[in-house]
């Protein structure tokens, strides 16, 4: 909802973060039949919330064959027993054949296996200080949250949580998103009354200085009070641009909207101080 940055495609105004309905669209070639059967997508959200990383390779194996019928020499029970850190090549293959938004990855760095979250949802842009901003308040809040005595999952439905991403996909800013113990609230309020404070206290958890807390911090602060994100400058200032140049062609607004965007992308100022007119 905070990051939305894609409000438009083939000139047309969509939602407000375009890229997540265009992505599970024009992935999925399941016909109508196999939809009513059940057949899982292959980009997706989930289905339900897992409390270990086998869940999700149990579901990659039961819901989605192999695309690519490849195998490696290594035989990894082999390679476990001397000590060293299998590939898996077979499994993380598959598993990159699966989208999930947010998506867990097993990988093996410079000799040592881990595993980590893919964070696929934020959106780039406009600018690299919007971008540390987000992450800044992504890393803050979820550490928090994952730290909490009793969970975030423990006490909202999967449901729920999947409705929140695509009403903040879809309406951006300008979202309503259910909260366990608050209800169905506007996501700015939801960010400035709860969420932000919760960044704050991760990031300082996680050793961020405050001034760079401050100032990153600061810009999700001050796009919630201001209404204004990527996609809604995007969309505000193509407005202006067709009710006060009146353009033959709504694509010389586009244009024009676009040379305007790309112009203060290279200020690196927050898109929440850019200009509307």
Not at 117 to 129: C, F, K, Q, S
Not at 161 to 184: C, K, L, S, T
Not at 216 to 236: S, Y
Request: some cysteine; proline content about 6%; charged content about 25%.
């Amino acid at each position: 909802a905070l990051g939305a940055n894609s409000p438009f495609l083939f000139g047309k105004e969509l939602w407000r973060e375009t890229r997540i309905a265009l992505f599970e669209q024009a992935t999925d070639t399941r016909p109508e039949e196999l939809k009513a059967q059940g057949v899982r997508p292959r980009v997706w959200f989930g289905e339900r919330w897992i409390t270990s990383i086998f869940d999700q390779f149990e579901e990659n194996v039961r819901y989605f064959p192999a695309l690519l019928p490849i195998t490696e020499e290594e035989d990894p029970v082999e390679v476990f027993e001397r000590g060293d850190a299998p590939a898996l090549q077979e499994l993380r293959l598959h598993n990159g054949t699966i989208y999930r938004w947010n998506r867990p990855v097993y990988d093996v760095f410079r000799g040592k296996p881990h595993l980590r979250v893919e964070n696929r949802v934020l959106p780039a842009g406009p600018t690299v200080v919007d971008i540390l901003a987000n992450a800044a308040f992504y890393y803050g809040a979820l550490r928090v949250l994952a730290e909490e005595d009793r969970p975030i999952w423990s006490r909202m439905s999967f449901t729920a949580a999947e409705d929140n991403f695509h009403q903040g996909a879809r309406q951006g800013i300008n979202a309503r998103i259910y909260w366990p113990g608050i209800g169905e609230v506007p996501a700015t309020e939801l960010v400035l009354r709860r969420l932000l404070p919760m960044a704050h206290e991760g990031l300082s958890r996680w050793g961020v200085d405050t001034e760079v807390r401050e100032r990153l911090l600061g810009v999700i602060e001050q796009r919630c009070l201001t209404h204004i994100n990527g996609a809604e400058w995007q969309v505000r200032t193509l407005h202006q641009i067709d009710s006060a140049e009146q353009p033959l062609d709504r694509r010389d607004a586009l244009r024009e909207m676009l040379r305007r965007y790309v112009e203060h992308m290279h200020s690196n100022e927050p898109v929440h101080t850019w200009p509307l007119d």
